[in-house]
């Protein structure tokens, strides 16, 4: 990867001589400020000044119009040096700026609705980027510099006037909210970190400026607090991702900027700096960019035809493929382009019959009211529930069939008004494979198409995959585990390559030998597997086989489901949906056949 500071000086140092025009008439230059706080601008420079500055018309954002080249970067640096790199993308010049050292997150935000108001690019004095701030603004050709704080260090042409507020947080917010002519204010909050980044784009949303917390802000104040730690062999929990979905902007320029929710100095510069341009700027979280489901609408926010993105974060062998499914992907049903945190509530069963599940029992429509009505008994969850169709799709037969291969495969004529109901309902739509004497690979490539669309997953059944002289009902099906691999190879890279959000690969087993050498089934990131313990009985006996089956579910890498069957289980129903929700570890998928 190239080295980002080099990148930089070698661009501020173009820029500089090419971004704006030298002006030829005597330019008004700062004086000071009034006692009252006010800016005030002398009438012409003195004969003894330098020459006048470049003439900057107003702030000039950068527009970006050339979707086909979107200009997508990744950096992962301090906050000064990524703060120089978000003013390149959004200025071309700047009449005014404001600069702030990273020594204190709350005089951060005071600085940055301060920029926001005046329409200012936000620089951020750093150790490391003191060098490189004399080189932007040089190419910005303020004629105005404020340092919030006499403690940032950096230089300025000569022709700029540099303001220097002074005083301790709460003077300089009380000096700040005075020169904006804030009208009213907001408290920054005690807990610095995301809250900080929230309030912050509240005040620069309403024009409002920022007072400083009551409670003193924890001892380090840089470090961000997005990120959720990990304990070994914890039970996951089903919350919300610790990253909020958070924007400024409006993307009107065709620029946008992702920012690493662990950053928060680099998230205010670029909040800032995207709200007084008219870029836009959004919180991502870098493990994964399809985490922050904020981060995709603003880049699909912006105009068509304009789009210029840089990614402040760690760039990771996901990255540009998940930048491509958060710019152009529709999201899953209930929000987000991730499978979780969610529970799914399904229905399970063919169309064309009531003897194969609950499912069949009426049409598309109908099913989606029910299955909703289902869902809803799961509300009491920390997470999101869902509702899903579960429809055997091929069909484990009898006979051999015209293939020979003892499976009825449903055709599109079946399942599309499923998957129709589903989109427009917000329902989930999983099909189901039983093989037969077929393999699953061959089958699921046979609904290709239908699994194009966001909100469809796919179920392998091994009960129902049989051997060259096994039938059907004779004996309990098995799949090795290089079989499984093969659809998750081929499900993985459909998702990857048709820019799709994560889907759900749902594979049933109930006796350990239905997944042979289950250990290495492979769980790539474009996929949520789920092993469903969808054995039928008394409840007693499936909750000894559903322990079995999730034995050392700390060390497994993927999620578990239950299965909920109304007339074979004993007692009927199965349990009911606080006791699955009790379960660990947590189901977050459990049908109903």
Known sequence: M????????????????????????????????????????????????PPPPPVCPENTPVVRTDSANPGIEFFHEDPGLASVHISQATFECATRA???????????????????????????????????????????????????????????AEWTEIVTLTGDTVSLAEQINALARFESTITLPADTGAATLATTISAIEARAGLVPPTAPPPTTTTAGTAATSTTEATEPTNTEYAVPSLTAGTGTTGVAI??????????LAAFASAAASGAIASLIDDDDLRIVPGAGRALQSIPEG???????????????????????????????????????????????????????????????T?????????????????????????????GPGGDGNYSNE?????????????????????????????????????????????????????????GPEQLPLQQIGRVQAAEVNQVVDWLANLVRENDLPQKVLLLHQFRDFMLEDRETIQAPSELQVIIQMDGQGAVPDKYVTWEFLTGGWEDHPWSWGWKNFYDEDRPGGGIPPADVLQLVPTAVYVSYQ
């Open 306 to 368: 304009a789009g210029a993105i840089q990614v402040f974060g760690e760039a990771t062998i996901d990255s540009h493929w998940q930048l491509d499914v958060i710019r152009f992907a529709n999201e899953i049903p209930g929000g987000g382009f991730l499978v979780l945190p969610r529970i799914f509530v399904a229905l399970y069963g063919n169309p064309l019959t009531t003897a194969l599940g609950a499912l069949g029992e009426q049409g598309p429509d109908e099913a989606a």
């Open 2 to 49: 190239r080295n980002p500071r080099w990148h930089t000086l070698a661009v501020a140092l173009a820029l500089v001589t090419a971004a704006c025009t030298n002006g030829t008439d005597s330019t008004p230059i700062v004086t000071g400020t009034s006692p009252g706080g006010d800016i005030v601008v002398g009438d012409t420079a003195p004969p003894d000044t």
């Open 258 to 267: 992702l920012v690493d929710g662990n950053d928060p100095a680099t998230a």
């Open 98 to 156: 404001v600069i702030v050292s990273d020594v204190d997150l709350n005089r951060v935000a005071i600085a940055a609705v301060l920029a926001a108001a005046l329409k200012a690019p936000l620089l951020i004095a750093s150790t490391t980027a003191s060098g490189l701030l004399g080189f932007e603004t040089e190419r910005l050709a303020p004629e105005q510099i404020i340092a919030v704080g006499d403690d940032a260090a950096f230089t300025a």
């Open 410 to 466: 449903m055709g599109n004529e079946v399942i599309q008004p499923w998957i129709d109901v589903g989109a427009e309902q917000g329902v989930y739509v999983i099909l189901d494979l039983q093989p037969g004497r077929s393999d699953f690979l061959s089958q699921a490539k046979l609904y290709e198409q239908e699994l194009l669309n966001p909100h469809v997953g796919l179920a392998l059944d091994p009960e129902w995959r049989l």
């Open 370 to 398: 029910r299955v909703r009505g289902m869902a809803d008994q799961f509300a009491t969850s920390q997470a999101p529930v869902l509702p899903a169709f579960e429809i055997i799709t091929t069909v484990a037969a009898g």
